[in-house]
């Protein structure tokens, strides 16, 4: 049996989410279970370069994982033809350069979102890509959660009739930092520094409604930066001058609205730190990260309002769990292969730097909205329809006029 070693330029792996999920949870699991097999039999397997600003960090992990390659100079790695595929994992503020030095060089390209900081370069960047012939893919993690890929299932199968509405609610209680550490970096809550909750999580909601529901055509939010003051890692206060709530009304083809809050600054009374509803005509859902119950139209009970009575019904009972039915593996591991073989096989692969760019876009709209107080309406391509009377390369962490809301 044959096989091919791909070699992986990862940069930033010494972050949180480049190196827990991306390092050890993908690229070196693929390694060790030996690849990923292709349709014809054959293997494709993988080989890391560690690229990061400090190199005594970069060696420990090397050293730790069993990995040969790390380096400092990214521009040698880019020109090095060994290395066929350029990761990144980085902050967003130095995101958008490297994905330039990348398509210069003709790598394949898979990244992390946002693909850049206003939606105008992240179009730039997935026009470039697309005209120099480089094969992209943006990472949709949240797709392949068990929860959501039951879902999936769910729609395909015909369920809900005609989707009415999806309310998701997202976030959990990130303590300020004083009285004890807070479990988020501090950068999250600083805008100068890329933060705040609209970048962070609208992304994601952009390619779960788009791929599971339908386009967003507008977007009314609400950004709030309900706790201003925070304490960072060294213990040292600071003002926090990025939102940490967001709450979003998002009109889709078809009719549909869906409604998400996001939140840094809500305790969690529900199954999981994440979960959507959605109605149909013929039956509703209830979903997690894991979790889905179900309630079809011929099971549904009849509510009758009377405030007078307490109502002793258990409402929870109405809903039924879907089964598993499969194994399900991580989110991004498997992503990973599959872009893996879209890479080898030169297939078509429909989440790349365009569907990023879309994400960046929502944000975009949704920070628009918070400021200017009114729905903003989205155009493919990039465009939004305040583009006459606000310039479009306004930055994402350009927030001068937000409001602070003090708790």
């Not at 060994?82 to 995101?95: G, H, M, P, S």
């Amino acid at each position: 049996m044959t096989s091919r070693t791909i070699g992986i330029i990862m940069n930033g792996v010494s972050g949180r989410m480049g190196y827990r999920q991306h390092l050890v949870r993908s690229i070196l699991a693929i390694r060790d279970q030996g690849g990923v097999e292709l349709p014809d039999g054959s293997r494709v397997t993988v080989r890391p370069l560690l690229v990061g600003r400090n190199e005594q960090k970069l060696a420990e992990l090397a050293a730790k994982h069993g990995i040969e390659d790390f380096t400092t100079d990214l521009d040698a790695a880019l020109a090095d033809p060994q290395w066929e595929i350029y990761a990144d994992f980085l902050v967003t503020k130095a995101r958008a350069s490297a994905l330039r030095k990348a398509i210069a060089a003709g790598k394949t390209i898979y990244t992390e979102k946002p693909t850049a900081e206003t939606a105008e370069e992240a179009f730039e960047l997935a026009r470039l890509a697309a005209s120099a012939g480089v094969r992209t893919g943006v990472v949709h993690d949240k797709l392949y959660l068990p929860g959501l890929q039951k879902l999936r299932r769910l729609i395909d199968s015909g369920f809900f009739g005609r989707i009415l509405s999806v309310r998701g609610e997202f976030g959990y209680w990130v303590f300020e930092g004083d009285w004890q550490p807070a479990q988020r970096p501090s950068w999250n809550y600083r805008t100068e520094d890329g933060g705040g909750i609209i970048v962070d999580m609208f992304p994601h909601w952009n390619y779960v409604i788009e791929n599971l529901f339908g386009p967003v055509r507008s977007v009314y939010a609400q950004a709030s930066v309900h706790i201003p003051r925070r304490w960072d890692e060294q213990g040292a206060p600071y003002e926090a001058t990025a939102e940490d709530a967001a709450y979003g009304i998002f009109e889709l083809d078809g009719g549909i609205v869906a409604q998400i809050n996001s939140s840094w600054t809500v305790r969690v009374d529900r199954n999981e730190l994440v979960e959507f509803q959605v109605d149909g005509t013929h039956g509703s859902a209830v979903v997690g990260l894991f979790g889905c119950r179900i309630q079809p139209r011929n099971a549904t009970p009849k509510p009758v309002w009377n405030p007078d009575l307490a109502d002793d019904h258990d409402y929870d009972a109405d809903w039924v769990d879907v089964p598993t039915n499969e194994v399900f593996q991580n989110g991004f591991k498997q992503q990973w292969e599959e872009f893996l073989v879209s890479h080898v096989l030169d297939t078509p692969y429909e989440f790349d730097l365009a569907a990023g760019a879309r994400g960046v876009q929502l944000a975009e709209a949704g920070l628009r909205s918070s400021r200017e107080g009114r729905k903003v309406a989205l155009e493919p391509g990039g465009a939004l329809d305040s583009l006459d009377s606000v310039d479009s390369r306004e930055s994402l962490d350009t927030l001068e006029s937000l409001d602070v809301v003090e708790s």
